[in-house]
């Protein structure tokens, strides 16, 4: 919580992999009197007063992604933030890297595929036969079990040693397709 001019301004400290949708994770001015609030920022981890009334905040939007925002009254006294200074990093889900072989000789060896999301959250990967339509399809979660052949660690990145079987036995030869779709388990930010 802090003010700035005639504004209070609040909010939930979470990181972005924190949480889930049913909280609300905006930081928000509200007038002193009483009113209606603001999203000033899509979340806030901290804030420090500055010696002129402004805030400093740790947060981010969507627009200008991570970093140290200043809070101060604007043209009609109502709280706006001004990006100091960025991270680098941006508020959506972005993939960071990936090696993601084109072809697989399963009788040899299974199928590695790698992904590093920018952070954890929840994962559909799918695999589809292009002339079947057959498809086998895995829903991770981060978890610190690493033996698993398709799974999620703690830092985004999601492994698959696929040894060519599906939900219904042996996967026939063939062309396949992958998809994965992340989805921010706390809503801040578009699924990927």
Partial sequence: MGLAGNWALFGSRTSLSEGSTDEGFSFRAVPAGGGTSRKILDHATSLTPTPDGALLVMGGTLAQGEGVYRVS?????????????????????????SDVPAVATLDA???RAR??????????????NTTTGLSNTSHLSPSNDTTEPVGMDYKGRIHMDW??????GEAPNGNYTWQITAKPSNGLGPDL
Avoid: C, F, H
Avoid at 79 to 97: C, E, N, S
Avoid at 117 to 122: D, G, I, K, T
Avoid at 163 to 168: A, F, R, V
């Fill in 163 to 168: 040894t060519g079987w599906t939900n219904t």
């Fill in 115 to 128: 992904w590093q999301l920018s952070r954890p959250n929840a994962v559909v990967l799918t695999l589809r």
């Fill in 73 to 97: 009254p604007g043209a009609d006294g109502a709280p706006v933030a001004k990006l100091v200074t960025g991270t680098g990093q941006p508020l959506g889900i972005t993939l960071v890297r």
């Fill in 109 to 111: 060896a299974p199928w």
